[in-house]
């Protein structure tokens, strides 16, 4: 008979806490923001397009949240983990604040710390 040299799911998960419980955070965080931002009251055209930017912060802060969930599976997972929160707190973090506050002077370093995501997709394959 032979024998599986692969770890059992629920052992996995036990020695992956740090990141299950910084997924579990970054989720609640997204829901929390996510019916704030669904509750507020859109009067005008620059108050659609503020609404317009939080949906697209909100839609990238949950999928990536999916991701920190994945972390386990990675082979350097501290790496992917770095660079998915960072992209999560820059990218998400400049939609948010520009669509609570209406400011926008940080809206040109948006593209920028997207890119941050696009480095941790990249470092899910090292």
């Known amino acids: 008979m032979v024998k599986s040299l692969a770890m059992p799911l629920w052992n996995l998960a036990i020695t992956s806490e740090p990141y299950v419980v910084l997924a579990a955070l970054s989720g609640a965080t997204a ?5 704030i931002g ?13 609404h317009r930017i939080f949906e697209i912060a909100n839609h990238y802060h949950l999928v990536h949240t999916l991701v920190l969930l994945a972390l386990p599976l990675c082979r350097i997972p501290f790496l992917v983990a770095t660079f998915m929160l960072s992209g999560i707190i820059l990218f998400c973090g400049s939609g948010y604040y520009i669509a609570f506050t209406g400011d926008r002077r940080f809206r040109r370093i948006t593209p ?10 990249c470092s899910m394959c090292l």
Request: charge should be negative; hydrophobic fraction near 45%.
């Open 31 to 35: 829901v929390i923001l996510g019916a």
């Open 38 to 50: 669904a509750h507020r009251y859109v009067r005008d055209e620059v108050g659609q397009e503020q």
């Open 112 to 121: 920028i710390n997207g890119f941050c995501f696009i480095l941790g997709w």
